[in-house]
């Protein structure tokens, strides 16, 4: 299991004007995170609804958040920079059962199944020209 990372760069501008940056990162599709704040928002969090003595997710609702984001930010000037994608496996788990075959209850069937919990991180940097 290894972690994969990916890293999309824009083109960059090495002597030109100085630049404000903007950091938006989304952690496994659960918040989203502004650095520095920006408009005093400093994290984006999905909603949710009550579904009988739990909350759930609205699916799509942190997505739906973030794009906003994003277009207002392109809309005040600011450009994208980097757009960087990470999932890195943290565990796994195995469990095995076993059941009884119907000819031949002294030989157990078994089956095994493994399952990867994965971490997930996007992150976009923008930047703007100093005024």
């Known amino acids: 299991m290894q972690p994969t990372a990916t890293v999309t760069r824009a083109p960059g501008n090495p002597a030109g ?4 940056y903007q950091l938006l990162k989304i952690q496994n599709g659960q918040i989203a995170i502004l650095a520095p704040a920006w408009r005093g928002l400093t994290m984006l969090k999905p909603e949710r609804i009550q579904k009988s003595l739990w909350t759930e997710i609205v699916p799509g609702s942190l ?3 973030v794009m906003h984001t994003l277009n207002e930010l392109t809309a005040e000037g600011w ?3 980097e757009v960087y994608n990470l999932s890195q496996p943290v565990g796994a788990q195995q469990s095995i059962e076993t059941s009884l075959a119907f000819n031949d209850p002294n030989r157990p069937v078994y089956s095994g199944t493994t399952s990867i919990t994965t971490y997930t991180e996007t992150r ?5 020209p100093l005024p």
């Open 124 to 128: 976009y940097l923008l930047r703007r």
């Open 79 to 81: 450009e994208l920079l």
């Open 17 to 20: 004007p100085r630049f404000q």
């Open 63 to 65: 997505d739906d958040k």
